[in-house]
């Protein structure tokens, strides 16, 4: 194994949960502004960081906004002013910056968000489901999804260098989930601060563009000294150009993800599969789930007892859900009989989205698994060792009979 | 100069506007055009202050209406306290 530049023993150990876990890494990365509205479960992020200011221990102009919108409104104008920009918010606080999400990607501006994901109204629940990030899967933006709080830490300081990315400049969405992550206690190993510096290369890099007007190349950011006009009315004569690059930009994303994954291995000596995907006793197997999140640590386990009992099982974790690796996924699964796809949140008339992309990744192939959809978990429900190991069972025996009788299950819910 | 209209490879990134907004005439919107009766007229001013597209334009000697901007929203017409200016159909 290759030795890390900052070995074990040299990284800080700390007590933290997953949102603080968060706030350090947002510390270290020289963010120039932070706007933020608080909301459970996501608060402890921008109160810990708050503390960091008020204490002076960051030099960031911290926003105290009024509401998620005007969190992104405020997050959008300073990082088009050129500022390396950090917010972070859950469920109805996304939902209210919906509108701002696509101004953000459409304007190509790295900005880089935790989403604590949490369950959204009505009824109310402030607990764990994905319905909230897979509300805003078509924004444009970047979403990747963090299994422990370790790597929650690791992903914030690799996201400011993937949204910034030359190739990249798309704003990132850095997904834990509520509570299970947020509010549970793990040792954390954190890097000096100017190692962190110096992987992100200091403060943002801006890209040049060329304007006609101007007659040269100038920095992307507002800036009276070259005057741009960003974002402005653009009808069917131009819109459809203008959405181009970030069609291109995504396609780019893959690569930089996996790259920066590298990168971070050769810095700590931890990396999370090859960055897009992580995968776990897959190779030889007959029945294996994929899921996002924090569950990947249950499924996993269970996984590990069933091989010991003689089943062969398998869990794939998707790190990246956009760009969503559809080649990957079906290069990965090639061979295996049947696939369940674990989705907390669903589209209600339809499945969940993480089916519906593992659909799509395997449609154009001749051999194909067998696909079935579990929901789970939603608001929060524990998904507990017996009920992932009912989820492979119930695997087994779709692959036994070479059939699904039923697309959509329903798992750890009361009849 | 690039040939118009442009593919996506050649636009700047993130929406940026490459051209000034003076090559982009918007007077084609009006339906209403406003004619100012430059013998009611006093020079005062304010049409040249309310217009929302700075489409009044002062020759020095006479307040004029830039048509090629001139959306026809009727601000001025309404805030000319001699009442100078005429909303009249564009095309009629």
């Known amino acids: 194994m290759l030795k890390p530049r900052v070995p074990l023993e040299e990284q800080k150990v700390m007590p933290v949960n997953g949102d603080e876990a968060v706030a350090y890494a947002v510390k270290q990365c020289l963010v120039d502004v932070v706007a933020a509205y608080p909301i459970t479960p996501q608060t402890i992020i921008v109160e810990k960081f708050s503390e960091f200011v008020a204490n002076g221990e960051v030099k960031t102009q911290y926003v105290p906004v009024e509401s998620e919108h005007s969190a992104m409104s405020a997050c959008i104008g300073a990082a088009a002013a050129g500022a390396r920009t950090f917010t972070s918010t859950s469920a109805q606080g996304l939902a209210l910056m919906w509108e701002n999400l696509y101004i953000a990607s459409g304007l190509r501006l790295p900005i880089v968000m935790a989403v604590v994901n949490r369950a959204l109204s009505a009824p109310i629940n402030i607990h764990c489901d994905h319905s909230d990030a897979y509300g805003m899967r078509d924004s444009g933006w970047i979403q990747l999804f963090v299994e422990n709080s370790q790597e929650a830490y690791d992903t914030t300081i690799q996201a400011f260098k993937i949204a910034e990315h030359p190739e990249v400049q798309l704003p990132v969405a850095v997904n834990l989930d509520g509570f299970f992550l947020s509010h ?221 009788r039923e697309h959509l299950k329903f798992i750890g819910v009361r009849s | 100069m690039k040939k118009e209209p442009r593919g996506w490879r050649e636009l700047p990134i993130g929406a940026v506007t490459y051209k000034l907004s003076l090559e982009y005439k918007t007077g084609g919107w009006r339906t209403l055009k406003p004619i100012i009766d430059l013998s009611k007229c006093t020079r005062c001013m304010l049409c040249w202050l309310f217009c929302p597209e700075m489409a009044i334009v002062w020759s020095g000697r006479d307040v004029l209406v830039n048509y090629d901007y001139c959306k026809g929203c009727g601000i001025c017409a309404y805030e000319c306290p001699v009442k100078a200016i005429d909303m009249v159909p564009e095309y009629s």
């Open chain 1, 184 to 404: 549970t206690l793990e040792n954390v190993y954190m890097l000096p601060d100017e190692e962190v510096h110096r992987f992100l290369g200091g403060y943002r890099k801006l890209v040049k563009t060329y304007v006609d007007y101007l007659n040269r190349e100038v920095e992307y950011k507002l800036d009276p000294a070259n005057p741009l006009s960003i974002g402005s009315l653009d009808l069917y004569d131009y819109y459809f150009e203008h959405k181009m690059p970030q069609v291109e930009a995504m396609k780019k994303a893959s690569d930089v993800v996996r790259r920066v994954n590298e990168e971070w291995y050769e810095l700590t000596g931890r990396s999370y599969g090859d960055g897009v995907i992580d995968s776990y006793a897959v190779e030889d197997a007959d029945a294996v789930v994929i899921v996002l999140g924090s569950s990947a640590g249950t499924m996993k386990y269970v996984a590990s007892l069933m091989r010991q009992k003689g089943f062969k099982v398998g869990v794939v974790r998707l790190r990246m859900f956009r760009p969503f690796p559809f080649s990957e996924v079906r290069e990965l699964l090639k061979g295996v009989k049947v696939v369940g796809v674990m989705d907390r949140g669903l589209s209600f008339g339809s499945y969940g989205p993480l089916y519906l992309e593992v659909n799509t990744a395997f449609y154009y192939s001749k051999e194909r698994p067998l696909l079935v959809n579990y929901i789970y978990g939603l608001g929060g429900r524990d998904l507990s060792p017996a009920m992932a190991e009912e989820v492979f069972m119930d695997l087994i025996e779709v692959a036994k009979i070479s059939e699904v």
